[in-house]
């Protein structure tokens, strides 16, 4: 486990907190991040792949757009501090970097980076969720005991890829044999998808539930039942809305998520973070799967606010609004350096 921490303290020190830059890695939810931070004032930052800058261009609200080689990120830290940058860490950075050099980011980031090695780490995953006390489904250490079906999950597979199903012993066993990464083999829940997004404030004291999505996934989604090996490699996300029967209990597993990671993963956990989840037909809500940042399914409110953010802001707000909203509170109340590490 890393623990070295970066000194965000001293990192601000040298910061004008009237001319913060909000600056992200220019895919996954880069413009509803950046068109959130615009609109509340603050300088905009795309960091793109090379070739990759001319999409994001053309968005007015985007005031710099830079094109990185990514092997060579931290060559840019520099002209981060200089623009008094916040950098928004979200799931291509940690595709495009990685978690352990995103960890040593001499930049100050938003909400805990810490928490992105226990995203890795399928195993340290769990123990997280299962320290919350949230229902998790089981895990086959041993799998002669295992029952079927079962999911098998790669260690820091991207979006479902490479993950498989088994129905029986004979099928996980032939499979098994040809894999050389690690993995875990997980009890299959029956059930359908559904994915919370929360905003933990500092500012407000309070979890919020801010919206929720279920995934568009290939091949698994609708056009090939049956007929093909479900791949789970996400394309898109459809907004969702649940019983209101359910909301209790989303609300009660967020808090002891953030209960959790307070206790395992200091300094706890400052804005966005997502609980995946299946709901079984008896509706208990299994959650397989956490992100400690932003997920891309907040997308789906982009522009027009979430459904659930109305209920504390009596206004629609996406996710890039409410970041922004957060650390605008952040640096009003001189309490910007606890909502970063
Ligand atoms: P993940 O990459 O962990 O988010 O998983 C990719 C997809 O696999 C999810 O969107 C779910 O549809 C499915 N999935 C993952 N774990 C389970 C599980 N234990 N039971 C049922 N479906 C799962």
Redesign the pocket.
């Known amino acids: 486990m890393i623990r070295e921490g970066i000194d965000v303290e001293r990192l601000l020190r040298n910061y004008d907190p009237d001319r913060i830059s909000i600056a992200t890695i220019a895919s996954h939810s880069a413009l509803q991040i950046l068109r959130g931070a615009h609109k509340y004032g603050f300088r905009t930052i795309g960091i793109a792949r090379p070739e990759h800058g001319w999409f994001y261009r053309q968005f007015g609200f985007i005031d710099e757009v830079w094109e990185v080689d990514f092997t060579d990120f931290e060559s840019i830290i520099p002209k981060l501090l200089e623009r008094n940058s916040i950098l928004i860490p979200h799931g291509s950075y940690v595709e495009y970097v990685g978690w352990r050099r995103a960890i040593k980011m001499e930049v100050p980031t938003f909400g805990n980076r810490y928490l992105l090695e226990w995203e890795a780490d399928q195993r340290l995953k769990m123990k997280l969720l299962e320290y919350a006390n949230i229902p998790t489904?089981r895990i086959f250490d041993d799998v002669n005991y295992a029952k079927y079906p079962v999911?098998v999950?790669l260690y820091g597979?991207k979006?479902?890829r490479g993950?498989f199903i088994a129905k029986d012993r004979e099928e996980l066993m032939r499979r098994l044999s040809d894999l050389n990464d690690a993995y875990i083999v997980?009890?299959?829940?029956i059930g359908v998808?559904a994915y919370y997004h929360y905003f933990n404030s500092y500012v407000y004291s309070r979890l919020e539930i801010f919206g929720m999505d279920i995934?568009y996934?290939s091949n698994?989604d609708m056009r090939i039942p049956g007929l093909v090996e479900p791949t789970?490699t996400v394309v898109g996300n459809i907004p969702v809305v649940l019983r209101e029967s359910l909301l209790p209990t989303v609300q009660r597993y967020g808090e002891q998520f953030v209960k959790a990671v307070s206790e395992l993963v200091p300094p706890g956990i400052a804005g966005p973070f997502s609980l995946?989840s299946?709901i079984t037909d008896d509706m208990s809500i299994i959650v397989?799967?956490f992100s400690g940042r932003i997920v891309a399914g907040t997308n789906v409110y982009m522009g027009i606010g979430s459904q659930y953010s109305v209920l504390y802001f009596d206004k629609p707000m996406d996710m890039g609004e409410r970041i922004a909203h957060e650390i605008k509170e952040g640096i009003k109340r001189g309490t910007l350096a606890a909502l970063l590490t």
């Not at 997980?186 to 829940?189: I, R």
């Open positions: 489904p999911i999950k597979a979006g479902g993950y997980q009890e299959y829940v998808p995934r996934e698994v789970f995946e299946i397989f799967e």
